[in-house]
Nanobody, 127 residues
Framework: QVQLVESGGGLVQAGGSLRLSCAAS????????MGWFRQAPGKEREFVAA????????YYADSVKGRFTISRDNAKNTVSLQMNSLKPEDTAVYLC????????????????????WGQGTQVTVSS
């Protein structure tokens, strides 16, 4: 089992920044590819960003590319999402997810392939 706990959400004005963190425990963190997803009220959960086991490979949804940065610290068992130039449409609950991954350089975009999920942290961007 892997336990994931997100933090760092809050209320921010459009154009502002937030940094989300996800702390993992329970298994060897570096064995897992990590991802961030978000779910806005009345909408389906959507992919935001993913990072490989080593951190060398990353992938972003088009809607956040150039504004968000995913990173990980395998020594501290954490994955982060730096969010800049926030827009009201970024308002959502943000969740981190983990997938046991054999390939060190792979990233996973499909949410149904992730095995573990956190509870989420609310991000609200006011206009």
């Amino acid at each position: 089992q892997v336990q994931l706990v997100e933090s760092g959400g809050g209320l921010v004005q459009a154009g502002g920044s937030l940094r989300l963190s996800c702390a993992a425990s329970g298994r060897t963190f570096s064995d897992y590819g990590m991802g961030w997803f978000r779910q806005a009220p009345g909408k389906e959960r959507e992919f935001v960003a993913a990072i490989s086991r080593t951190g060398y490979m990353t992938y972003y949804a088009d809607s956040v590319k150039g504004r968000f940065t995913i990173s990980r610290d395998n020594a501290k068992n954490t994955v982060s999402l730096q969010m800049n130039s926030l827009k009201p449409e970024d308002t959502a609950v943000y969740l981190c997810a983990a997938r046991l991954q054999a390939a060190r350089g792979s990233v996973t975009l499909r949410q149904d392939q992730y095995e573990y999920w956190g509870q989420g942290t609310q991000v609200t961007v006011s206009s």
